[in-house]
């Protein structure tokens, strides 16, 4: 794990966009297409302002988030929402989206059906990830009913939370999955939050699932 710190979010907001942009050209220059999941929430959104105006080839580019609430995907708390308006704009629009959201489909059903897609395009160039200060990322949260087979080595690429502190269910990349990316980012902002991950170091994947994750991930904190 590589820790950086910024004096203040705005430098992380552009250099984060900046190395982001980095390796998925860095990628597409040795192959056809690259996947990349990103979390939802309100950190990542500044990220994806300044990263849908790069100019990249986008349309060799699959976008998914790293997880989704069980909501429609234009509802205010839907990922999709924010990606589509903050991500898919501008030069990004050209990307190509895979909501994880199907309205006909339970979640588990839906997670078996958009399992077989995300299979198809990883490994994940770039993950950019979140952190709670429970030390949940993606909708891995500590304490929930078959996280354990959610960090498992073999766990389909989706699974399905439902975490007791959450109003609906969730649908969530694996851990193994997220793990796999080849540039992997975590942005968190605050002390409360760095306090957090380094708690999360001497404890569990179990206890803190954002420790499932860390193995070569580039952390990136700004107070």
């Not at 190395?19 to 979390?39: G, K, M, P, V």
């Not at 895979?98 to 990883?122: G, I, N, Q």
């Not at 569990?204 to 990136?220: N, Q």
């Amino acid at each position: 794990m590589e820790f950086k710190d910024y004096a203040d979010r705005e430098l992380l907001v552009l250099a984060v966009a900046d190395r982001i942009a980095s390796d998925l050209r860095q990628h597409l220059d040795h192959n056809e297409r690259a996947a990349i999941a990103l979390a939802g929430g309100t950190t990542p959104g500044p990220i994806f302002d300044d990263l849908c105006a790069v100019d990249l080839d986008w349309d060799r580019v699959n976008v998914m988030a790293t997880d989704e609430r069980w909501v429609p995907t234009d509802h205010d708390r839907s990922n999709a929402k924010l990606i589509r308006e903050r991500l898919l704009v501008e030069m990004a629009s050209k990307a190509k989206f895979e909501p994880f959201y199907r309205e006909s489909l339970e979640p588990e059903a839906a997670a078996k059906a958009v399992s077989v897609v995300v299979d198809a395009t990883c490994p994940l160039a770039v993950v950019l990830l979140g952190m709670g200060e429970d030390m949940h990322t993606a909708s891995l949260f500590p304490g929930t009913d078959g996280l354990q087979d959610a960090l498992s080595a073999d766990a389909p690429a989706l699974v399905v939370q439902r975490p007791q502190s959450q109003p609906e269910p969730r649908i969530s990349l694996s851990a193994q999955l997220l793990n796999g990316a080849i540039n992997k980012h975590l942005v968190i902002f605050g002390e409360s939050k760095r306090i957090a991950l380094e708690r999360a170091l001497g404890l569990s994947a179990a206890e803190a699932p954002i420790k499932a994750v860390l193995t070569e991930a580039t952390v990136h904190w700004a107070p």
